[in-house]
C-alpha cells in the first residue's frame, strides 16, 4: 500500500513508518510539488489543500482513500468523489478541545467586560464602575449537537448552564438539557442568552439563518459562529447587529474570506472578530494522525466499512 502526504507531519511521520513498516510513505510540503507518478500509484491521499480538486484527483488512479486533515469537506468535489467510489474520512473532533475553549473566550471577554477593561487601561482609567455579570445560570443554545457542541457543553456544566441543541431531527445528544429539531428553532431560540453556530457547510445550510431567526431571538442574545460563515449573509447579520434584535456577535467565520477590509462588521462596535483561528492547534497533526492510524489499522485488516471519521459525501459532513 502507498500513502502520500501533501503536508509534512513533523515528528508523525516517522510514528507513521514506524507503525506501518509495510506501508510505502511519501511526504510532500504541497500538492503543487506533488510527482505525478507517485500520486498515479497512492492508495491514499492526506491533505487539506484546495487544491485537491477534480483535476487533481484524476491524476490519482488507483486512490482509494482520502484522509481529509480538516472538519470541512465543503471544497472537495463531494460528487466526483462519490462517483470513483473513493472512502472520505475528515478530522472531526479534533478541533473539539480548543474550540471550546475559543467559545468561552468570547463569552467570557464579553460577560467580564474585559474589552471594556483594556479600553479602560489604554486611556490610563482606573475605571472600577464596570458592572461584569455571570454566566452562572445562563443558558446556552447551540445550532449542531457533534463533537465540538458536545465538549462545550461538559464546560458549560461546569459554569452550572443551562444547554439546549438543535440538530436535524431533534434527537437526543450527549450533555444537553434539552434537543430540538432544526424546524423548531426559532420557537426556542427566546431560551438562550448565547446562541452558538457550529454547523457544516452543506446544501442545506447556506444561508440557513435568515433575518426571521434573528428576529426571534432576544435583543440581549450573544451569538458566536465557529462553524462556517455562509450559514448567514453578511448582509443579514449586519443588519441583526445594527438594529440590535441581537446585542453582539463573536465571529471567527465568514461568508467571504478573508474578510475584506471593507466589510461594515469591521465598523460595528457589537462585534468582536478573529481570523478562523478558533482551530488551529500545535496538536492538530497529532490528533488527526491519531485517526489515520486507526483506519490504516482497519485497511490493513481489508476493513473498509468501518472507517473512522467517515464522511457520507452525499451529506457533506
Same mark, same amino acid.
Given at each position: ?21 509495510n ?27 484546495? /487544491? %485537491?480538486?477534480?483535476? +487533481?484527483?484524476? @491524476?490519482?488512479?488507483? #486512490? ?5 486533515? =480538516?472538519? $470541512? ?49 489604554k ?30 457543553? /461538559? %464546560?458549560?456544566?461546569? +459554569?452550572?448552564m @443551562?444547554?439546549?441543541? #438543535? ?5 437526543? =445528544?450527549l $450533555? ?22 457550529v454547523?457544516?457547510e ?14 426571534q ?39 467571504? /474570506? ?19 483561528i ?29 472507517l ?10
Open positions: 500500500m502507498k500513502v502520500v502526504t501533501l503536508m509534512r507531519l513533523r515528528d508523525q511521520e516517522e510514528r507513521l513508518k514506524e507503525t506501518f513498516p506501508i510505502e510513505f511519501t511526504f510532500y510540503k504541497h500538492p503543487d510539488v506533488a510527482d505525478e507518478k507517485v500520486l498515479e500509484k497512492a492508495d491514499v491521499l492526506v491533505s487539506y489543500h484546495t /487544491e %485537491v480538486n477534480e483535476t +487533481f484527483l484524476d @491524476k490519482c488512479k488507483n #486512490i482509494k482513500l482520502i484522509a481529509w486533515f =480538516a472538519t $470541512g469537506v465543503n471544497q472537495l468535489p463531494l460528487e466526483y468523489i462519490r462517483e470513483r467510489n473513493i472512502k472520505l474520512t475528515n478530522a472531526r473532533g479534533v478541533h473539539a478541545i480548543q474550540i471550546a475553549e475559543f467559545i468561552f473566550a468570547y463569552i467570557l471577554n464579553d460577560i467580564k467586560v474585559l474589552k471594556q477593561s483594556y479600553e479602560s487601561q486611556r490610563k482609567e482606573f475605571n472600577h464602575k464596570l458592572n461584569p455579570e455571570s454566566i452562572n445560570d445562563k443558558t446556552i443554545l447551540f445550532i449542531g449537537t457533534g463533537k465540538i457542541p458536545q465538549r462545550t457543553a /461538559e %464546560v458549560a456544566k461546569a +459554569f452550572n @443551562k444547554v439546549i441543541g #438543535i440538530n436535524t431531527t431533534g434527537h437526543e =445528544a $450533555g444537553f438539557d434539552e434537543v430540538y429539531s432544526i424546524e423548531e428553532r426559532r420557537q426556542v431560540y427566546k431560551k438562550a442568552d448565547f446562541v452558538v453556530n454547523l457544516p452543506t446544501e442545506d445550510t447556506i444561508h440557513l439563518l435568515k433575518t426571521e431567526d434573528f428576529k431571538m432576544k435583543d440581549s442574545t450573544h451569538f458566536i459562529n465557529v462553524g462556517r460563515g455562509s450559514v448567514v449573509s453578511e448582509a443579514v447579520l449586519i443588519e441583526a447587529l445594527e438594529n440590535k434584535e441581537i446585542r453582539y456577535a463573536s465571529l471567527d467565520v465568514f461568508e467571504e /474570506e478573508p474578510l475584506s477590509p471593507t466589510s461594515q462588521l469591521y465598523d460595528l462596535d457589537n462585534v468582536f472578530i478573529t481570523a478562523h478558533t482551530g488551529n492547534d500545535k496538536n492538530n497533526i497529532k490528533r488527526s494522525t491519531d485517526i489515520l492510524v486507526k483506519n490504516l489499522n482497519l485497511i490493513n485488516n481489508e476493513d473498509v466499512e468501518g473512522f471519521n467517515e464522511v457520507k459525501s452525499k451529506a457533506g459532513y
